[in-house]
């Protein structure tokens, strides 16, 4: 008899929360047992849902709260708050002249060919706005001390119009913040109890609307996310779990919680960007190289592209009609989702979002009270849903209430229930449609080259459909796709991303500057990861802002550490990507450096999944249901649980399982790999 101790139970935990459902991925090391869950949000009460699936993967997983050593969590609740404009009132201090920065932008509007646009109302409103004597130059001299008097004044004028914050923002501070740093130190002492963010903490970039944009962001959402995530923490705590919280970040890396509560604007696209990483994961297992990523939640779809196996990224992100100005994962999305609210407006159009149903209601199928046509209503209704039950069991499908919402659209647009249902599922996928078109233009890429991954709990229902109108050929669906998001998380690194405005000339000259601010870069990256608790290897990746002398905006090149020992390797690498982008460059052309740039990371455990066995049968469906093709028809339905790697089937068909539903349109060849993903390829009748 073997008297071995048994090793002790170790539960690595990732969740993230969307607009309908919190997601959670949970593995046990030792094992390599993987354990998924749904819940519902809880809007009233965020946060709850938390403790709700933590309780549950105990009852149903024999999950041990405090054997968890790794707990990463995303959040949308910085990204709602400003969606939904329930954030800080903040106040401004500028300089004076500068009031009307934030107002005036980039004077571009949203759409320039409508007649009836208009720009969004600014998170601060002008009589919010204060100037103050003071001046830097863009050489960083001074040329005006800040008025004491003034500074003081403004912070009490603004405590007493009801600001809770105070965002600083001075012209050229992306030089030096120090003078920043004084007007900061004036307003605390004047109004202590409100909150204060400097521009050049936030990020030091140079242009002056997308920095001030970007530190008012922050601060904007700092309230409710700090309160958020100081109750996250508590409730862990108070759970048992010994697992320091991280969070996901827009660039795809991770960071504290207690980092979070301060530097609330890298979490802002911490779910969609975790998203992202999850399938760029995924698709590296299953030896894809080349993906596009379909992320359909509950309010929205998100698009992003893999390229030889990365994940892609930008510093022009836009939250709502907002700038975001630091790195970000690049995604592209559209107010359609699974919750998303068709109607028929006055001129007797049928619409489809982006108004969402949400969680509560949700759509009128869910039976909890919502009385609107939804997209999953329309998918219920062609019977592609109801057949199972959903979201791990806390969802039972009412397909006579999805009926019924369908119909009163049907009945207004003299169609039956049925076709209008199908053109519901028609103008959702052709917006889908168009937002990818656009994205491929601007990457230059041919996605009939690429594999369509969707995920999310709407991903893989509209998935296929979307992939054939697009003329791809392949699709790749996760075995878990509704937690993908929950999934990166686990397998993301610590991630820093640190930048110094230079705006220098490419020559010998500037090299010892640049090597200096690579240097300071450097020592900031590795004390940031030791702040996180990481005291393993660091990778330290360099990249700089470059342009040709007389250009207005730059582009960002991938550098060597090592760059700075000649320019000559710095321009040849600026040449070869800006011929890349734009199939032209300038060899005799005057260079200049904008920004230097460094990411920081610390690569941290990464989870082991086992192979499937391969049992090479054909599948055999639980049973056929009618699904509306045109006409009805009876597809076979599949138990995802019961499909063995290589298992093999073609489409139509329907793949139910507890996260999702997998729907397979016709002239599909389905087979399922070692690791339990199912690869559609989509023949058209032409190719057979």
């Given at each position: ?513 640049l090597r200096a601010e690579f240097d300071a870069l450097s020592a900031e990256g590795h004390a940031w990861l030791q702040a996180q608790g990481h005291d393993g290897a660091a990778e330290l990746r360099l990249s700089a802002d470059m342009r040709y002398a007389g250009q207005s905006y730059e582009i960002e090149v991938a550098l060597e550490t090592d760059c700075f020992d ?28 904008v920004n230097l740039r460094l990411s920081a990371l610390g690569a941290g455990p990464k989870p082991e999944f086992p192979d499937a066995e391969t049992g090479g049968a054909a599948a055999t469906p639980q049973r056929h249901v009618p699904v509306w093709l045109e006409d009805w028809q009876n597809v ?53």
């Amino acid at each position: 008899m073997d008297g071995s101790t048994p090793l002790k139970a170790d539960w690595k935990i990732g969740v993230d929360i969307g607009g309908t459902f919190m997601d959670f991925c949970a593995l046990e090391a030792v094992s390599g047992r993987v354990a998924s869950l749904k819940v519902l949000t809880t809007p009233d009460d965020p946060g709850a849902e938390l403790l709700t699936g933590l309780t549950l993967l105990a009852e149903r997983e024999g999950m041990d709260p405090t054997a968890v050593s790794r707990f990463v969590h995303g959040t949308t609740v910085g990204i709602n708050t400003i969606l939904q404009r329930k954030g800080a009132k903040l106040a401004l201090v500028t300089n004076a002249g500068f009031e009307d920065v934030i107002e005036l932008a980039r004077l571009r509007m949203p759409d320039m060919y409508s007649l009836f646009c208009n720009r969004a109302e600014p998170l601060i409103a002008r009589d919010m706005v204060f100037g103050v004597n003071a001046r830097m130059r863009a050489n960083g001299s001074v040329s005006a001390d800040a008025d004491k008097e003034a500074v003081a004044a403004a912070a009490k004028a603004a405590k007493a119009a009801g600001a809770e914050g105070v965002i600083v923002a001075l012209l050229h501070s992306w030089r030096d913040g120090t003078q920043e740093t004084e007007v900061k130190a004036l307003i605390e002492a004047a109004a202590p109890d409100l909150f204060v963010f400097t521009s050049s903490e936030v990020w030091p970039v140079i242009r002056e609307y997308e920095r001030s944009s970007t530190a008012i962001l922050n601060g904007y959402v700092h309230p409710r996310v700090s309160g958020y995530l100081s109750a996250l923490e508590d409730r862990l705590a108070g759970q048992g779990v010994p697992a320091r919280a991280m969070l996901t970040k827009s660039n795809g890396g991770l960071m504290s919680a207690g980092e979070g509560r301060r530097d609330c604007v890298s979490m802002l696209l911490s779910g969609t960007a975790s998203g992202v990483i999850g399938a760029a994961w995924l698709a590296r297992q299953a030896g894809e190289a080349r993906v596009l990523t379909l992320d359909i939640g509950g309010t929205s779809a998100d698009f992003a592209l893999i390229v030889d196996g990365e994940v892609q990224y930008g510093s022009d992100e836009l939250i709502g009609p907002f700038p975001l100005h630091i790195p970000s994962v690049s995604v592209s999305s559209i107010g359609i989702g699974g919750g998303s609210i068709a109607t028929v407006d006055d001129r007797g159009v049928l619409r489809v979002g982006p108004e969402s149903a949400g969680s509560a209601p949700g759509p009128a199928c869910y039976g909890r009270g919502g009385e609107a046509a939804t997209v999953t209503d329309a998918l219920a209704v062609c019977g592609w849903l109801g057949h199972s039950e959903m979201a791990y069991g806390q969802l039972n499908m009412d397909v006579d209430l999805a009926r019924k919402a369908i119909g009163r659209l049907a009945e207004q647009l003299g169609r039956s229930n049925e076709e209008t249902a199908q053109a519901i599922l028609d103008i959702a996928i052709s917006e889908m449609f168009v937002e990818v078109e656009k994205l491929s233009s601007r990457a230059g890429v041919d996605l009939r080259d690429f594999a369509l991954m969707p995920f999310g709990g709407g991903g893989p229902m509209l998935g296929a459909f979307l992939a054939r109108e697009l003329g791809m050929k392949r699709v790749i669906a996760p075995r878990r796709p509704g937690v993908v998001s929950a999934l990166g998380g686990l397998v993301a690194d610590l991630r820093g991303d640190f930048i110094r405005t230079v705006f220098a000339p490419l020559d010998d000259a500037a090299m010892p500057v640049l090597r200096a601010e690579f240097d300071a870069l450097s020592a900031e990256g590795h004390a940031w990861l030791q702040a996180q608790g990481h005291d393993g290897a660091a990778e330290l990746r360099l990249s700089a802002d470059m342009r040709y002398a007389g250009q207005s905006y730059e582009i960002e090149v991938a550098l060597e550490t090592d760059c700075f020992d000649a320019p000559d390797r710095m321009a040849q690498a600026f040449h070869d990507t800006h011929r890349r982008i734009y199939d032209f460059d300038d060899p005799d052309g005057q260079i200049e450096v904008v920004n230097l740039r460094l990411s920081a990371l610390g690569a941290g455990p990464k989870p082991e999944f086992p192979d499937a066995e391969t049992g090479g049968a054909a599948a055999t469906p639980q049973r056929h249901v009618p699904v509306w093709l045109e006409d009805w028809q009876n597809v076979p339905l599949y138990d995802r649980n019961q499909l063995a790697a290589g298992a093999v089937f073609d489409g139509p068909a329907i793949v139910a399982q507890e996260d999702t539903t997998f729907a397979i349109p016709s002239g599909a060849q389905a087979r399922t790999d070692q690791h339990l993903n199912i690869h559609l390829n989509l023949v058209e009748p032409t190719d057979v």
